[in-house]
């Protein structure tokens, strides 16, 4: 596995300092984050609120990287984020690129259909107008 998907997903107290420390780190070229819902049998963690929608509130980032950054990521997180709760998971990355700027058409060949468990990820990144 040489490209991977690395997802982490924080409490909200913790979103900017995550923030901060992904921007500060000269091997990341880029993230993405998004406002997530966390649903689960856990409830241990949930406030009162959270435990009435069903839901808690999280934060999700997610980094395209080769596995010996992502790795480097990981092992420097548990130390820089030790005992926030953060969580991860790595998965490679079948495919990954950018859409032409051209209506293109995709063509799957008889026979050679993607067939991914369920550790695997496909990243691709397409604006609603169809450009980057």
């Not at 000269?26 to 435990?51: C, K, M, V, W």
């Not at 009435?52 to 934060?59: D, E, L, M």
């Not at 690129?97 to 991914?116: D, I, T, W």
Request: a neutral charge; proline letters at 6%.
């Amino acid at each position: 596995m040489d490209q991977c998907l690395l997802v982490l997903i924080a409490s909200p107290p913790i979103e900017n300092a995550v923030v901060d420390w992904l921007l500060d780190r000269n091997d990341i070229p880029g993230f993405t984050s998004a406002p997530i819902s966390g649903h689960g049998a856990s409830i241990h963690s949930l406030t009162a609120a959270e435990q009435v929608a069903g839901r808690q509130r999280q934060v999700m980032f997610q980094m395209h990287l080769t596995e010996a950054v992502a790795r480097s990521v990981i092992d420097e997180a548990q130390r820089a984020f030790r005992g926030s709760g953060l969580h991860y998971w790595l998965t490679p990355v079948l495919a990954a690129g950018h859409m032409n700027r051209r209506p293109a058409q995709l063509s799957v060949p008889q026979g050679e259909r993607c067939s991914a468990h369920a550790s695997s990820a496909v990243a691709a990144t397409v604006s609603p107008s169809g450009t980057k």
